[in-house]
């Protein structure tokens, strides 16, 4: 069963255009995402989060939205660079539960930004 | 500083060698974690550590042993693997397993492991 959904495998975006990712969930559990991004051949980098208590988050050209209601979340670049091309998770976690100390991934949304 | 450390680089061994992978990190975090990443698959946890005590073992195989001799420190010391073992091996580090923003996992660059 996955809990995190990344449905989109790939995304296609021109320079200077808005991306946005998707993200959704199942565990209603989950009261922290987080959005990594991965280069090939590199460990993963943390981007930015987001606590269950809020519903947006914004660091730069990335702002994170999060709709409890749906359970999903949405990562948006603006303006979108040929270097973020990568590949991009997002990631929850649920603290008090059997989840604890672990970083559920979703499957990863492709993203190439072309100039 | 994020900066989680992780030597070697890459690694070659036969399926009879023993190796060890060796992650470092300076940021005073107390929880470790260490990870297998296959091409185009998100990162599988595979073993956590907080507070220099083993606190989660996803059921991996024993060929795989961790170690955490303090707390800037994590090793994964390897015997007899296999060719599917193959992988991109991550280590990560957070403040603590506490939750929220504390929980944030930081990642080392990766250690790419090929198992003739």
């Known amino acids: 069963d996955q809990q995190v959904k990344q449905n989109s495998p790939s995304l296609s975006v021109q320079e200077g255009r808005i991306s946005i990712l998707n993200c959704d969930y199942t565990?209603?559990?989950?009261?922290?995402f987080l959005w990594y991004k991965k280069y090939p051949a590199e460990g993963p980098t943390f981007l930015i989060s987001?606590?269950?208590?809020?519903d947006k988050n914004e660091d730069g050209r990335f702002t994170v939205f999060l709709n409890k209601s749906a359970k999903h979340l949405s990562l948006h670049i603006v303006p979108s660079q040929p270097g973020d091309s990568a590949v991009y998770f997002c990631?929850?976690?649920?603290?008090?539960?059997?989840?604890?100390?672990?970083?559920?991934f979703g499957q990863g949304t492709t993203l190439q930004v072309k100039p | 500083d994020t900066e989680v450390t992780q030597t070697p680089k890459h690694l070659v061994m036969g399926m009879t060698n023993k190796k060890s992978l060796k992650c470092e990190q300076h940021?005073?975090?107390?929880?470790m974690y260490w990870y297998k990443q296959k091409a185009k698959k998100p990162p599988e946890l595979m073993f956590v550590?907080?507070?220099?005590?083993?606190?989660i073992n996803e059921s991996v195989p024993s060929r795989f042993s961790p170690e955490c001799p303090n707390s800037s420190l994590l090793n994964l010391h390897l015997h007899a693997l296999q060719p599917e073992d193959s992988a991109l091996y991550l280590c990560?580090?957070?403040?603590?397993?506490?939750?929220?923003?504390?929980?944030?996992?930081?990642f080392g660059p990766g250690t790419r492991l090929l198992v003739l």
């Open positions: 990560a580090s957070s403040q603590e397993i506490a939750g929220g923003p504390r929980e944030t996992q930081y």
């Open positions: 565990n209603s559990m989950f009261d922290y």
């Open positions: 987001i606590s269950s208590i809020k």
């Open positions: 990631a929850a976690s649920a603290h008090g539960s059997s989840n604890t100390g672990k970083l559920i």
């Open positions: 940021m005073g975090h107390r929880a």
């Open positions: 550590y907080s507070y220099e005590k083993l606190s």
